[in-house]
């Protein structure tokens, strides 16, 4: 059976042909602080986000306490703030505590924002369970991680998965896998992952977004972990159906992903810019759109009497025309009336109609 390139969630569908499905990624940038948390769900909403997404870990869940080489951030790209410290120690100070996340989805459901999570081991999803979130997201991180994906995929629930880091034989296994364990709705998000404060149109690749529907026939996407608004906006205009962003109050907080993330003002032009985006690219239509239209229509060719005609006259390239406005007779019918004779006199500038001319 043909799978569908689209899945609901609550009263919202999902896919081409629907509104983009604009996501607010909170991530670390609450720096720990339940009311921050709370304002930038509540800027958030402001600014026209459509879900907020948590994540859902402990620095036990997602690694081992070692300071061993392969445990310590370098990398020549990475924020001094990330540099030298141990993954256990940076998630420490940037995790999401487990107990405001309920707390967190009941606001954002007050304000008509649906909240889910990333989880990165299967007692996060337990708990996300508990919390009764309607989808779930995989993060580029971990979408070469096959228990987790299982776990996730045994929900029965809608998956929203990036492929950042995923060569196309990883993505192809992490959508088989999903579907081989009871996923039936899945979104694939193309993700761009150098984390950088500036837009990187070079690594952009956004064709890669419709290469996702077709070939994996899912529900397609875009996530950036970059900074500027510009590439979502296209990649919106391209046809991505969800779109990803992070969302921050102040990048001056200096958040562990505040310096990538958007402030609310740039998050609501982003919004704006993406619904503008899909009212220019509308549906498919041909034809007048409105009265404005339907009017400027009169002023297509037709055919006309050019020259004063005597009844029984033949019409000719001389005395027939086809000429602005609309009329007379479409000019499919020119070659038709040609030698035809004139039921009745007929004055220069007439419209030309079927009763003016002779069925003979």
Known sequence: MKRSASFTIGKRTIGAGHPCFIIAEVSANHNQKFAKAVAIIKAAAKA????????TYTPDTMTIDSNKKWFVVGGKDNPKAWKGK??????????????WQPKLKKIAESLGLFLFSTPFDSSAVDFLETMNVLFYKIASYEA?????????ALTKKPVIISVGFATLPEVKLAVSTLRKN???DIAVLHCLTAYSDKPQPENAN?????????????VNGFSDNNGGIEVPVIAASLGASIIEKHVTLRRSDEGYDARFSLEPAEFKEMVERIRFAEQVRGRVHYGPNNEAERYNKQFRRSLFV???MKKGEKFTTKNVRSIRPAYGLHTKFFDTILGKQATKDIERGTPLSWKLISKH
Do not use: H, S
Not at 48 to 55: E, M, N, R, T
Not at 86 to 99: C, D, I, S, V
Not at 206 to 216: E, G, P, S, W
């Open 182 to 184: 009871g996923a039936k």
């Open 86 to 99: 141990t993954f256990y120690n940076l998630y420490q100070k940037a995790y999401t505590p487990w107990e």
């Open 144 to 152: 070469n991680d096959i228990p987790l994906i299982k776990r996730v």
């Open 306 to 308: 050019v020259e004063d």
């Open 206 to 218: 956004l064709a890669t977004i419709q290469d996702i529907q077709k070939r994996f026939n899912v």
């Open 48 to 55: 026209g986000a459509d879900a907020i997404k948590l994540q």
